[in-house]
């Protein structure tokens, strides 16, 4: 299996930033971590031997990005509005750094969002923001309103990167055609904390008639044991 390990100053992070490559060819991935993740966690915890048939054989080009959570989301020392800007800053680098990185490497135009837990919720945002960059988006256990971290802060930048309230009120025509024709999978467990949160984003996605996916899975469900059997099942599409 090709891996390839890829590490560059980001003039609009200000710092170094390293990734993962695991494959040659098909679909590109772009595989977000989980709550203050590395790179290296999809790797670590299994997921890519876990794909490893589907990368060998050409189907899928994983792309494993770091985060910067802890500068963002987690910054609890940090101003609210510096700390989601710090998180608009992460995704103009995933845009306009690691995107042409991949392009260059394999000009496949499919493009999937992927992410587990936190890293479900950075899928869904970029995906949902961007949807005339990607053609699927699979998300596992993750939670779509971030609200709550900011300490009753509230600004344009957040809602604009909350999809459980941007959705709601969505009327842009491009966006939401752009949205329709993805292919969405939202995955979580009955008993998850977050399963509320995901039911309601799935009901505002069909109120705005964007089809999707939304699969209910037993139990908590939201542990990697899980996450493995869930994008077998559904990384090539939902059933």
Same mark, same amino acid.
């Given at each position: 299996?090709n891996r390839?390990?890829?590490k560059?100053?980001?003039?609009r992070?200000?710092?170094?930033?390293e990734?993962l490559i695991?494959?040659h060819?098909?679909?590109r991935?772009?595989?977000?971590?989980t709550?203050?993740?590395?790179y290296y966690e999809?790797?670590?915890r299994?997921?890519? #031997?876990?794909?490893r048939?589907?990368?060998? $054989?050409g189907?899928? &080009?994983?792309y494993?990005v770091?985060s910067?959570?802890a500068?963002?989301?987690? $910054?609890n020392?940090a101003?609210?509005g510096?700390?989601?800007?710090?998180h608009i &800053?992460?995704?103009?680098?995933?845009?306009n750094e690691?995107?042409?990185?991949?392009w260059?490497?394999n000009?496949?135009p499919f493009?999937i969002?992927h992410?587990?837990?936190f890293g479900?919720?950075?899928?869904? $945002?970029?995906a949902f923001?961007?949807p005339?960059?990607?053609g699927?988006?699979?998300?596992?256990?993750?939670k779509?309103?971030?609200?709550?971290?900011?300490?009753g802060y509230?600004?344009d930048?957040?809602?604009?990167?909350?999809?459980?309230?941007?959705?709601?009120?969505?009327t842009?025509?491009e966006?939401?055609? #752009?949205?329709r024709?993805m292919?969405?999978i939202?995955?979580v467990?009955q008993?998850d904390p977050n399963?509320e $949160?995901n039911r309601?984003?799935s009901r505002?996605?069909?109120?705005k008639g964007v089809p999707?996916a939304?699969?209910?899975?037993?139990?908590?469900?939201h542990?990697?044991?899980?996450?493995m059997?869930?994008?077998?099942?559904?990384?090539?599409?939902h059933?």
């Open positions: 299996m390839e390990y890829h560059w100053y980001s003039p992070l200000n710092r170094d930033m990734l695991f494959g060819a098909g679909a991935v772009l595989i977000f971590p709550s203050m993740g590395r999809y790797e670590d299994g997921m890519v #031997a876990n794909l048939d589907q990368i060998e $054989n189907w899928l &080009q994983l494993c770091d910067i959570d500068e963002s989301f987690y $910054n020392w101003h609210p510096g700390r989601i800007w710090r &800053q992460y995704e103009e680098y995933i845009l690691v995107l042409p990185l991949s260059s490497k000009q496949n493009l969002a992410g587990c837990s479900a919720y950075h899928a869904v $945002n970029i923001r961007h005339h960059l990607f699927r988006v699979l998300a596992l256990s993750g779509y309103d971030m609200s709550n971290f900011f300490g509230y600004d930048n957040i809602y604009f990167n909350t999809p459980s309230h941007f959705i709601p009120n969505l842009d025509h966006r939401l055609e #752009a949205l024709r292919d969405i939202i995955v467990g008993h399963i $949160n309601a984003l505002a996605l069909w109120e999707h939304f699969r209910e899975w037993d139990g908590w469900s542990d990697w044991p899980y996450w059997r869930m994008v077998r099942h559904y990384i090539g599409g059933d």
